[in-house]
């Protein structure tokens, strides 16, 4: 019986945190009108979410399309393939490692700096303290970090994306020797403007959704203790990750399973 | 950081994603090839086999681009596999012309080629491209091959 207890207790446990999350992401989205009539605060947010994560973005997508293009090289050369070189940085970038990578590193770089950020507000009772002065936080605070997530996630995705092909031109053109013209003409034949970058963007958006709301809900449902502000922001990148990747198989199986 | 400076730095990471957005459109993938010229018009082409051309292949004249495949179907009367082609506006060829399935390399992609014929009027909207070649089907290919191979070496070939 006690082991019954248990079980159910649990079961039931789960299923309250994944209902408050639920009611929390529907509370989120209908703050989001009231946010886009205060533009400055969505403003500041992208300052603070998407133009501080450019240098690790930035560095990271540069690091992947150098050695994608190294280590693709060594293997397509030996079936007298390294001209597709290019086609294959860029469908896998485009498609998979653009929005993923840049997920991961958003939810490691901002999402972290949201969750502490509402989580120390919410131990200051700053947030107890806006709802006294009938100021809805989730207006004021959370709405515009949410917009500012979703706006800057597809825009750092795509400056990962394109970054890293001219990463890999460099390697493959300027170090290899790899012909510039064929490096460029056979993206264009093989890559799809709506098929594979659309759908990219598409899943960066998604992403985007993702990080930012977990981010949120972490801080915002944090307790307001040092430990519980700490726990929170490992909890923001681990469940952040993991949505992220788990939806990423989902919307691949969705966009790419037919020809 | 004052509020304008901080609306600066905005406006050059939103310009930043767009010109990579743009980049990733028209350098790195196949905008560009949609936009010049713009004006196509349709003809049609019958194949025995169509092997394994897929639509939003290549049409090629001499090696140059001049369209796309957009349609692939097959009759059900005739067992013809009929592939449409979208082909740019400027670029007319003869009534007589005829259209082949070709590979891009050994194993590469496959692509229709148009060699031009004699006749004085040229295809237009709607046509039909009669004098086709059907795709190379490695499998009858190989099975020719042997075929012959046995023809001509005769009952000793295999034995020795």
């Known amino acids: 019986m006690n082991f019954l207890q248990m079980l159910g207790r ?3 446990d789960v299923l309250a945190s994944w209902g408050r999350g639920a009611l929390f992401f529907l509370d989120l989205l209908r703050a989001v009108p009231g946010a886009l009539a205060r533009p400055g605060l969505v403003i500041a947010q992208v300052h ?31 079936f007298g393939a390294a001209e597709s070189l290019g086609l294959v940085v860029n469908l896998s970038l485009v498609r998979e490692l653009g929005p993923v990578v840049t997920a991961l590193l958003f939810a490691g770089r901002a999402g972290t700096s949201l969750t502490a950020e509402i989580g120390l507000m919410k131990a200051g009772e700053q947030i107890s303290a806006m709802e ?15 917009l500012g997530g979703i706006i800057s996630m597809p825009l750092l995705a795509a400056l990962f994306s394109a970054i890293g092909i001219l990463g890999a031109y460099v390697v ?25 970058v659309g759908n990219g963007v598409v899943k960066s958006a998604v992403f985007g959704v993702i990080c930012t709301a977990v981010a949120l809900y972490q801080g915002y449902e944090t307790e ?30 969705l966009m790419f399973s037919t020809p | 950081m004052s509020k304008k400076s901080i609306e600066i730095l905005v406006g050059l990471f939103v310009l930043l994603g767009a010109l990579a957005l743009l980049f990733l459109a028209l350098k790195a993938a196949n905008l560009a090839s949609f936009s010049n010229g713009g004006e196509t018009y349709a003809v049609t082409a019958r194949f025995d086999n169509i092997g ?7 049409v090629r004249s001499a090696g140059v681009n001049v369209g796309r495949v957009t349609a692939i179907t097959l009759d059900a009367q005739t067992y013809q596999g009929v592939a449409t082609l979208e082909i740019r506006k400027d670029i007319v060829f003869p009534k007589d012309s005829s259209a082949k399935i070709l590979t891009a390399g050994l194993l590469g992609d496959q692509y229709i080629g148009i060699e ?32 012959n191979k046995a023809a001509d070496g005769g009952p000793s070939a295999p034995a020795q």
């Open chain 1, 10 to 12: 649990r079961a039931l």
């Open chain 1, 48 to 78: 603070a979410i998407g133009n501080r994560s450019l240098v690790i973005i930035l560095a990271s997508g540069m690091a992947v399309g150098f050695v994608l293009a190294l280590q693709l090289y060594n293997t397509l050369t030996t």
């Open chain 1, 132 to 146: 006294l002065m009938a100021i809805d936080p989730k207006a004021r605070v959370l709405a515009p970090r949410f």
């Open chain 1, 172 to 196: 493959a053109v300027l170090l290899i020797g790899i012909d510039a013209g064929n490096f460029w003409s056979i993206q264009q034949n093989g890559v799809d403007v709506w098929r594979d």
């Open chain 1, 224 to 253: 307001a203790t040092p430990e519980g502000v700490a726990y929170a922001t490992t909890r923001t990148v681990v469940m952040a990750s993991l949505g992220v990747l788990a939806m990423d198989f989902i919307l691949t199986a």
């Open chain 2, 52 to 58: 394994g051309l897929k639509p939003r292949a290549p």
């Open chain 2, 116 to 147: 031009p014929g004699g006749d004085p009027n040229n295809l237009a909207q709607g046509d039909v491209i009669t004098q086709t070649q059907s795709a190379v089907v490695l499998e009858n290919l190989i099975g020719q091959f042997l075929f």
